[in-house]
């Protein structure tokens, strides 16, 4: 890719008055030696993907394996569709549908990463529910792919994308940064406009971490997903109007890695702290442990692989 | 960059719950099958770390067993795969691995199949669904299957690796990435080899021709689910 940094991707895109999506296309084109056509045609048909999640979640009661979760998404939707909810219907149904897909995600349904699947709620989300609204067409939200995508991009290789490494502020943070920035390209914004809304939206996720009860994506990462669309939303409107992130975003992201290094491996997706390690929990843990064989250690001699770097 | 096209930020598409716990573990499985070349007939898989603590909430049994039943990371089967494994007579067992792993999230996986023929892999999934294989046959060399990657088992004797070489280039194939691991001097030896490009039939026909190399194999994740064009 031409570009490192998000002021480089917004700089390409002004200098050669391109959407970040246009790119974005054409990047990826270069680097993996495909037709744009081809490329499109697979955002595409998971732009379709992320629609049937959406209608699935909202169509059945989603229940998790381990039980813990579900059936969240529909009441949601019901409060927009009967009644007044306080966030107005936007943020709500953005809310219900990114539910709906996280919920999707945890019974075992299908989904796309964006960028994880313990964020796969946020994007969808924002884009199927703004889809509605707005009336847009499937291509001007797979263009919007593509914007979040270089976001991604940008923010994965000069931070993190996993919980595991830098907490949820990686997964979830980095989720609405790029729906943030997506949206404000996909209603006219400039890219400059969408790069402070990046910073913006991940200033407000910094230092957020990753403590999933029993480690499942489940508690609290599907309420997050929630939430998160709809800051993903209000990040976008303030980019919109204006509003310029004081601290450049690619330093809000560098930030993002400080803090993530920083951050005691027990908020890293271990179950090992944070609300996992509650009263409850713990009971919750306890619970589904209940009656569960652990594994028998294997019986031959054991390895001797050498502990490498933790990618 | 350790993150390299837009499909590894926006995809894979993959039945949940986690990227790193499930499309991952499908991706070992689906290398480990890709290895042995056939239907296995039993399989030994020992998890480590993250694997043996929440495998059973992510479903990692699930994908793994996915994986060495061919299946594509968005493959709805994969949370019957345990059941249609066992009704197509593949016998999957699992044990808590022992000792050092290179990773959290790691697998290890020994098959056999009805022929005799038989593969080992360890792999480790490092996050968003992209997985790294640290070990094959026993042999130290690493691939991640995003790439096409021939996968060569040969004796080890001066000249064989500039042969393999000379036939890739000859083809005007790159070589993105290249590993080599021996079992001892002058005994067996693996290169594992990572693509630009998918080689063709008449060219694994001319590397499996070279003198000294016992056996090709194509390692490629692209097969099911189209993450990487």
């Known amino acids: 890719m031409r570009f490192r940094t998000l002021k480089e991707l917004a700089e390409i895109s002004g ?45 059945e009661q989603n ?52 960028p994880t699947a313990g964020s796969c709620g946020i994007i969808p989300g924002v884009f199927v529910s703004s889809q509605e609204r707005f009336g847009w067409s499937d291509e001007h939200m ?14 994965a290789n000069n931070s993190f994308i996993s919980g595991a490494e830098g907490g949820c502020q990686a997964e979830v943070g980095s ?64 980019g919109l109007a204006g509003v310029r992130s004081a601290i450049p975003s690619d330093e809000v992201v560098s930030v993002m890695l400080e803090v993530g290094a920083a951050m005691p491996s027990g908020h890293r997706e271990t179950g090992q702290g944070g609300l996992a390690q509650t009263p409850t929990g713990r009971k919750l843990t306890e619970g589904l442990m209940r009656g569960r064989k652990p594994l028998e250690p294997e019986t031959e001699e054991p390895r001797a692989v050498q502990a490498e770097t933790v990618e | 960059m350790r993150f390299k096209n837009v499909f590894s930020i926006i995809g894979p598409s993959m039945v949940g719950p986690s990227s790193s716990h499930t499309a991952g573990a499908v991706r070992i499985g689906l290398i480990a099958r890709q290895l042995l070349g056939t239907k296995p007939s039993s399989v030994k898989i020992a998890l480590y770390g993250s694997f043996a603590e929440t495998y059973w909430g992510h479903g990692t049994d699930l994908a793994l067993a996915g994986g060495l039943l061919g299946y594509a990371t968005d493959d709805a089967r994969v949370a019957e795969a345990l059941e249609e494994a066992e009704r197509l007579g593949i016998e999957i067992t699992f044990v808590k691995g022992v000792g050092m792993a290179p990773h959290p999230n790691t697998a290890k996986l020994e098959l056999k199949a009805e022929n005799g023929r038989t593969a080992q892999v360890l792999g480790a999934s490092i996050g968003g669904g992209t997985v790294m294989i640290h070990e094959m046959n026993g042999f130290d060399v690493r691939c991640s299957g995003e790439y096409p990657t021939i996968v060569v088992l040969h004796d080890d004797r001066p000249g064989v690796i500039a042969s393999l070489t ?23 030896a693996m290169t594992v080899m990572e693509l630009d490009s998918v080689p063709d039939q008449r060219l694994l026909t001319q590397l499996r021709q070279i003198e000294d190399v016992k056996e090709v194999t194509v390692i490629h994740l692209n097969g099911g689910e189209a993450k990487h064009q």
Do not use: W
Not at chain 1, 26 to 44: H, K, L, R, Y
Not at chain 1, 84 to 102: E, F, H, I, K, N
């Open chain 2, 166 to 188: 000379a036939v890739l280039g000859a083809s005007d194939t790159n070589i993105g990435y290249m590993g080599v691991d021996r079992k001892g001097r002058s005994a067996e």
């Open chain 1, 175 to 238: 989720a609405i940064g790029m729906a943030a920035g997506a949206m404000v390209e996909l209603r006219g914004g400039s890219a400059e406009q969408a790069m402070h809304a990046v910073g913006l939206a991940l200033k407000n996720t910094l230092g957020l971490i990753c403590d999933p009860v029993a480690g499942l994506v489940e508690i609290p990462c599907i309420v997050r997903n929630g939430l998160g669309a709809v800051n993903a939303l209000a990040a976008a409107d303030m």
């Open chain 1, 63 to 114: 229940v998790s394996r381990s039980g813990l979760s579900g059936g969240d998404a529909v009441k949601v939707l019901d409060l927009v569709e009967n009644g007044t909810p306080s966030s107005g219907d936007p943020s709500s149904r953005a809310m219900a549908y990114a539910l709906a897909v996280s919920e999707v995600n945890a019974s075992m349904g299908r989904i796309i990463a964006t």
């Open chain 1, 15 to 59: 200098a050669e008055n391109k959407t970040l999506a246009e790119v974005m296309i054409e990047d990826q084109a270069a680097e993996t030696g495909a037709s744009p056509e081809t490329i499109v045609a697979q955002m595409a048909d998971y732009y379709q993907k992320m629609k049937e999640a959406v209608r699935i979640g909202l169509s």
């Open chain 1, 142 to 155: 797979v263009n919007g792919l593509f914007a979040a995508g270089a976001i991604g991009y940008v923010i």
